[in-house]
């Protein structure tokens, strides 16, 4: 085994480092798993559904410390991270209702009887990026297990250490510990162990559309299910319309939470021309008023980026002659910091166009709803987005239009454990979350019993 030096972005700190999985050790973890989840499959619902609910109040009962190895390893503030714990236990809540609900049909036909059963797949690869470590993979692993799967999860390098203290948490409360096991390590051995291993079925990749593609391709060569998380570039869409104030007062959040390293952040701008010098006005205080700092301080909106690599990427987005139209603060001294900024590029600029993943947004005026729905789809992402206006049949007619997976009119929300989340086009493939996501974990099986005469 080899280690991994884990890295307080806030500070520059050494926080601990952190035993790398070797192969060999993945093939025993799987063997390991694949033996724990014939047993898990075989339990009675009821009982699944139990331990399920044993785990899910054994995260309640370690919200803060969760939170607080959040703020530490990947810099995200204080109230973020405690929302993020919570989120955990809230998403295994759901799934516990899973084994006792999860049934299949019986489809009337002649000479017998014909049933359906939903039957687990067996071993379930997770693959999580750092951005949200601890959503992520409970999105992954939740399901899963409520399907009646094992799971084997690989955090990001940078950010494990949540997801290791998931994995205690998850013994502590009684399941198995072959069942669900936490392999930190590289994508390059772990990640891509996964992808190669035949016992594992499926993998649940949450990541950059570049690796995100090579994982489909290698999956491809089993017929191995994939579900595909992958980047953004979406658009919050301003109407002349709209509520401006309101619109103008909460982009920033549409798009600077987690220092905008958020798959959904709303990170182009698109206002109708004839509102968009007024917007401007308005969107600069919101923009000066975020407040940046110390993660662990109450009341901190946004945090720094979560290593030095990112901030360096960030920085290559944003050169001394970038179209900056004004930008909020951020601290000096230690920690990879960079402040709110917003930009006025030209549709070609590579801002426009490419998934920046830090706190920068471009803002591009357009002229009517045809021109706005034109700008929004220019992308080979389609993830998120948002549409200001009070016009009703506007609303519907563009969240009909905008190629995206999750769309918010008036709001920036995107994600509740209770309704579907995933992409359209090069965003991603499959949807997690909502009442169907188990079944994205299970093979449908047809049995017919003929029956005879009596
Ligand atoms: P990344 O693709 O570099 O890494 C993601 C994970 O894949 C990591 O655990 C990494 O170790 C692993 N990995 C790397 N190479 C691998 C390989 N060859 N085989 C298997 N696994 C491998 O992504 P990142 O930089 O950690 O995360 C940022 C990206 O994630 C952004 O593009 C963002 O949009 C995307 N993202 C998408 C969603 C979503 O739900 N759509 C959510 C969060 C993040």
Redesign the pocket.
């Known amino acids: 085994m080899t280690a991994s030096e884990l890295i307080n972005p806030a500070t520059e700190e050494l926080l601990r480092t952190v035993e790398q999985t070797s192969l060999a050790g993945v093939d025993d973890a799987v063997a390991r798993a694949k033996a724990a989840q014939r047993d898990w499959a075989r339990l009675a619902p009821g009982d699944r559904a139990a331990a399920l609910r044993s785990f899910a109040a054994a995260v309640d009962a370690h919200v803060d410390e969760l939170a607080a190895l959040e703020v530490a390893n990947s810099g995200h503030p204080i109230g973020n991270a405690t929302w993020e714990a919570g989120h955990v236990r809230d998403v295994l809540q759901f799934y516990s209702a899973t084994p006792e609900r999860l049934s299949g049909k019986q489809i009337p036909v002649a000479g017998g009887l014909d049933i359906t059963f939903n039957e687990p797949l067996g071993v379930i690869g997770v ?6 470590p601890m959503p ?1 993979a409970v ?1 992954g692993f939740a399901p899963a297990l409520a399907a009646g799967n094992a799971v084997l999860i ?5 950010t494990p250490l949540t997801t290791i203290r998931i994995g205690e948490l998850a013994v502590e409360a009684g399941l198995p510990p072959d069942l669900f096991q936490v392999l930190p ?4 051995v ?3 162990r ?2 190669t291993h035949p016992d594992v079925r499926k ?1 649940v ?8 593609t ?2 489909m391709a ?1 999956a491809a060569a089993q017929v191995k299910r994939v579900t ?5 570039k979406s658009a919050n869409i301003v109407f002349d319309d709209c509520d401006l104030d309101k619109a103008a007062a909460t982009a920033p959040y549409g798009v600077f939470d987690n220092a905008g ?5 709303r990170s182009r701008i698109l206002v109708q021309r004839n509102v968009y010098d007024r917007f401007m006005e308005l969107l600069e205080p919101a923009v000066k008023g975020i407040a940046v700092g110390d993660p662990a301080a109450k009341g901190t909106e946004m945090g720094p980026l979560v290593s030095k690599s ?1 901030w360096e990427s960030v920085v290559s987005y944003v050169p001394d002659d970038a179209p900056v139209a004004f930008r909020g603060d951020a601290p000096s001294g230690p920690g990879y910091w960079f402040p709110p900024t917003v930009l006025t590029p030209e549709r070609s600029d590579r801002t426009v166009r490419e ?1 920046i ?1 830090g706190p920068v947004v471009a803002v591009l005026p357009f002229e009517d709803e045809a021109d706005a729905i034109e700008l929004a789809n220019d992308t080979p992402y389609g ?1 998120s987005g948002s549409i200001w206006t009070d016009n009703l049949s506007r609303a519907v007619r563009v969240s009909r239009a905008v190629e995206s997976g999750n769309l918010s009119v008036n709001s920036h929300s995107s994600v509740r454990y209770n309704t579907p ?3 359209f086009k090069q ?2 493939l499959g949807r ?1 979350l909502g009442p169907d996501a188990p079944l994205s974990f299970t093979e449908t099986k047809n049995v017919f019993y003929a029956i005879g005469d009596a």
Not at 185 to 188: E, F, L, Q, T, V
Not at 205 to 212: A, D, I, K, L, Q
């Open positions: 693959i999580t990026p750092w951005n949200f992520i999105w690989k955090p990001a390098e940078w390590g590289k994508g390059s772990v990640g891509e996964f992808v993998i990749f949450t990541g950059s559309t570049e690796v995100g090579r994982v290698g595909l998380e992958l980047g953004g390293q958020d798959c959904c952040a990112h998934e993943f993830l989340f995933g992409g965003s991603g997690e």
